[in-house]
């Protein structure tokens, strides 16, 4: 997995996961497969096998978690003044729209709420632009051009 970079924000949510994930949700699962265990017979126990299951897919989830971790750069939000980088707040103009988008890391984007990658196509072209500049980004639907007017 190659290195990415992730906001402090972002290391501490994925952490907190981590924590969250192979302490409290193993043991609930693991009291679970005890109380199915006494249910007899595993063979035809759904009980059981469903908890199984979810045992499998925390510590699916609990390795991926540990893997990114291992392969993240923790980043300070430090920039030059009018300069985008992760975590700033950028309002540009497209076509006739202002649109408002925060620059995140992987783990935080939701393009829905603004909160856009720093590893997508967009989050690409603002990085380390300014105040003024005009960036243009191919999209699905065509070349867009974005002037960014504000950067937070």
Request: glycine share 6%; proline share 3%.
């Amino acid at each position: 997995m190659p290195e990415q970079i992730i906001t402090q924000d972002g290391y501490n949510k994925l952490t907190s996961e981590l924590n969250q994930l192979s302490t409290v949700k193993r043991r609930e699962i693991a009291e679970r497969i005890e109380r199915a265990k006494e249910l007899g017979d595993l063979s035809e126990n759904a009980e059981y096998s469903e908890a199984k299951d979810a045992q499998a897919l925390n510590e699916g989830k609990v390795i991926e978690l540990i893997n990114t971790l291992k392969n993240v750069t923790v980043v300070d939000n430090k920039c030059l003044k009018d300069e985008v980088c992760m975590g700033s707040v950028v309002t540009v103009k497209c076509g006739d729209k202002e649109k408002v988008y925060t620059l995140v890391s992987f783990n935080e984007a939701d393009p829905i709420n603004g909160l856009i990658s720093n590893e997508s196509p967009l989050g690409l072209a603002f990085l380390s632009r300014k105040k003024g500049e005009t960036v243009k980004v191919e999209t699905p639907k065509g070349l867009v051009e974005y002037k960014i007017l504000k950067v937070n």
